[in-house]
């Protein structure tokens, strides 16, 4: 699957910008990123307060996707 495939697989159905359909695959990775970071902070062996700073610092960085197309 080409990259525009699959961005039309995720997001076609918004009927996008090309300068909106690029910010919201920016945004998707990024959130995708900080899930990724999150599993991997709450695999370490951290005492249970700090990985929920970590937990609330990486939910304060997710950008609701949704919220951007209205």
Same mark, same amino acid.
Not at 47 to 65: L, M, P
């Given at each position: 699957?080409?990259? +525009? *495939?699959?961005?039309?697989? !995720?997001?076609? *159905? !918004?009927? %996008?910008? @090309? *300068?909106? #359909?690029?910010?919201? !695959?920016?945004? #998707?990775?990024?959130?995708?990123? %900080?899930?990724?970071?999150?599993?991997? $902070? &709450?695999?370490? @062996?951290?005492?249970? *307060?700090?990985?929920?700073?970590? #937990? $609330?610092? +990486? &939910?304060? &960085?997710?950008?609701? $996707?949704? #919220? !951007?197309?209205?």
């Amino acid at each position: 699957m080409n990259p +525009f *495939d699959h961005f039309d697989k !995720l997001f076609g *159905d !918004l009927g %996008l910008s @090309p *300068d909106d #359909a690029a910010m919201h !695959l920016f945004l #998707a990775g990024w959130n995708s990123a %900080l899930r990724e970071m999150s599993e991997h $902070v &709450q695999a370490m @062996p951290f005492e249970k *307060d700090t990985r929920d700073s970590f #937990a $609330v610092y +990486f &939910q304060r &960085q997710v950008i609701n $996707v949704e #919220a !951007l197309t209205k």
